[in-house]
């Protein structure tokens, strides 16, 4: 178990390496420089020289480098003259509003998925299946943004019991004051995971219902359901657990689009507007933070998966 985690911690931090490359990288990369891009296309030579000089752009790149690092290490990502703050300060006033509604859309997700991918997988190959499956296929393939406008239409419009924006609280304790609000975001953020979710849960479900164990179970005249939920079903989670590290980025990507179709103050929203007003340093400091936080997760589960799966345990000593 520790080599295990040895290994994984090295290459969570081979990774992590990888991604300040190329965000520095990009950093070097933008049309007329980071100088331009920061002041905009009226800045003088003189104003672009100043900048330079004052951010050591105009040091060799290997010590630029350096620089840059060592300003992440110290949770320095930069200043935004758009917003007139500093990144950090930024993200932190909207990173905890997009971890809400990401745990709430992931909870009632799970939440959903399990019963159903349960369901799918006892009844395979007959009508529940297939019609479960075509729904979650239908949701998977709708795009996220016309699922959000058609939940706006029917629950704020048609039927006007839910409000069609999301709170506007400055902190987190504000907007769950207003859980109305918090429905609409978080269920159009729930519907595309739970389409992935439940299909994960129904192939692992049915490749540990042909498992010996199982048979064994049945032999001893234990009740169908008492072997689906008591023993079928822990073990066909391990693959969800790893599921839920790797899905970060796709999380993102959905708040994206529901926070700015929501008007929702998280990340996502703080991102687009960044990309409508070309602030590059926003752009950036999301893209490191999301970038840590996917490798993070993904090492999380791995060593969840490892810790929990018998399986694992058991290749890992017979190596």
Known sequence: MVRYLITRLGQALIVVALVTVIAFLILHLLPGGAARATLGKEATLEQLAAFNHEMGYDRPLPQQYGMFVKRLLHGDLGYSYQLNQSVTEAIGQRLPK??????????????VAIPLGVIQAVRRNRWPDYTITSLSL??????????????????????????????????????????????????TLAIVTVAVYSRYVRSAMVDNLNENYVRTARSKGLSEWRVVLRHTLRNGLFPVITLLGMYLPA??????????????????????????????????????IISIATVVGALVADLLYAAVDPR????????
């Open 98 to 111: 997009t971890m809400v509604l990401s745990l709430l859309s992931t909870l009632l997700a799970v939440a």
């Open 138 to 187: 239908l949701a998977y393939a709708t795009p996220i943004f016309f699922m959000g406008l058609m939940m706006i239409i029917l629950f704020s419009q048609v039927w006007p019991i839910l409000p069609p924006e999301a709170p506007q609280g400055f902190t987190v304790a504000e907007m769950l004051a207003d859980p109305a609000g918090l429905v609409l975001p978080t269920v």
């Open 251 to 288: 999380l993102f990507s959905g708040a994206l689009v529901v926070e700015s179709l929501f008007n929702f103050p998280g990340m996502g929203q703080l991102f687009w507007q960044a990309a409508l007003k070309r602030d590059f340093p926003i752009l950036l400091g999301v893209t490191v």
């Open 312 to 319: 694992v345990r058991l290749r890992r000593s017979a190596s």
